[in-house]
T-cell receptor, first 115, second 117 residues
Framework: AQTVTQSQPEMSVQEAETVTLSCTYDTSENNYYLFWYKQPPSRQMILVIR??????QNATENRFSVNFQKAAKSFSLKISDSQLGDTAMYFC????????????FGGGTRLMVKP | ETGVTQTPRHLVMGMTNKKSLKCEQH?????MYWYKQSAKKPLELMFV???????ENNSVPSRFSPECPNSSHLFLHLHTLQPEDSALYLC????????????????FGNGTRLTVT
């Protein structure tokens, strides 16, 4: 079975600064997918960024980027130029290859962006 | 975007009540999901429906009964719940009903906050 661990229950960052959220996972699979989801106060989970394990290049989506370290089973999320709208819960998730959308989620990190 | 709509937004029920949660997706997707989000636990997958057939039942107690009458609607029927069932119940949908869904990510609703008294 897979497990996903987010070791930072809460974090804060000043507006316009950069913050990194940590995620580690445990799996015996060689090919898989990793995701970061954001859950703002509206409660809707929104996909932020995704990474294929067989790709060495780190994924980027505008101000969001990941640092994927396969050997270390680490998948951190970096948010640059933080905005007030980035305030939310952030969840890291793992999915085996061809597992449909059966994701294993971490416990989440609450991020507060301060003005 | 209101591609996935869940009702009601909040629900308070007693342990002897019977209620239903409703989810509707307007995205033309073929798969629908129920997730449970408890206060101190990671999101847990409860049920998966692919093309209106249940493909996953993740060891969920029988007091939770899903129903998928068509690819756009998903229900979660609740009866004789326990206080520990209080949680946020999230519905999601995706285009790809099976196999790799990397290019067919989940679209979530806003959830139903359930309180069992």
């Amino acid at each position: 079975a897979q497990t996903v661990t987010q070791s930072q229950p809460e974090m804060s960052v000043q507006e316009a600064e950069t913050v990194t959220l940590s995620c580690t996972y445990d799996t015996s699979e060689n090919n898989y997918y990793l995701f970061w989801y954001k859950q703002p106060p509206s409660r809707q989970m929104i996909l932020v960024i995704r990474q294929e394990a067989y790709k060495q290049q780190n994924a980027t989506e505008n101000r969001f980027s990941v640092n994927f370290q396969k050997a270390a089973k680490s998948f951190s999320l970096k948010i640059s130029d933080s905005q007030l709208g980035d305030t939310a819960m952030y969840f890291c998730a793992f999915m085996k290859l061809d597992a449909g959308n059966m994701l294993t989620f971490g416990g989440g990190t609450r991020l507060m962006v301060k003005p | 975007e209101t591609g996935v709509t869940q009702t009601p937004r909040h629900l308070v029920m007693g342990m002897t009540n019977k209620k239903s949660l409703k989810c509707e997706q307007h995205l033309g997707h073929n798969a629908m999901y129920w997730y449970k989000q408890s206060a101190k636990k990671p999101l847990e997958l409860m049920f998966v429906y692919s093309l209106e057939e249940r493909v996953e039942n993740n060891s969920v107690p029988s007091r939770f009964s899903p129903e998928c009458p068509n690819s756009s609607h998903l229900f979660l029927h609740l009866h004789t719940l326990q206080p520990e069932d209080s949680a946020l119940y999230l519905c999601a949908s995706s285009q790809d009903p099976a196999g790799s869904s990397y290019n067919s990510p989940l679209h979530f609703g806003n959830g139903t906050r359930l309180t069992v008294t």
